[in-house]
């Protein structure tokens, strides 16, 4: 073989396994101020009507139900309005946000503890709806700075445990900007 052909046969395996590494990789949703993985099975929305509610933030929406009468889950994650700084470390701050949030919802509060993300250790809390079996929802404070904070929230169908991996995916690569 020539050094011409060497040179081209190497360059097309170096394209192949460049096209084999990139098929295993996650598409990646920006927001103003961090990205977070599409999971597999999710779309980022763009619909407005969908969108409106997290400016500067992000929608992922499953691409289908699991199985007919569940519901489809989503990962929203919008920007926590300006106000007074908070310790989210702290186990009495996070409970006393999830009881506010369950107020304002309304919806039952199942949980809130402290866990460890991508970001670092946070508040988290789960609620369950009021009136709709099987439709929960968890919350989770990401904290950089008091000005640079979002919650990332994950509505699913109890019966849909990959709803639940998505979350967690979502959560252990998140990455502030």
Known sequence: MSGRQIMISTLLVLVILGAACNKGSKAIAKGATFSVPVPDGYRVATDPRLTKGAPG?????AKKRVAE?????????????????FDVKKLEVCQEIAEQFAKAAPVKLKRAELVETAAGKT???????????????TGTVMYKTRDNCWVLTCNFDERDPGAREACDEALGEWKFD
Not at 69 to 85: A, C, H, N
Not at 129 to 135: K, N, Q, S, V
């Open 57 to 61: 933030g992000v929608v992922l929406m």
């Open 69 to 85: 009468g569940i519901f489809l889950g989503s990962i929203v994650v919008t920007r926590v309005p300006q106000g007074k700084d």
């Open 123 to 137: 508040c988290q809390y789960e609620v369950a709806d009021r009136t709709r079996a099987h439709r929960s929802a």
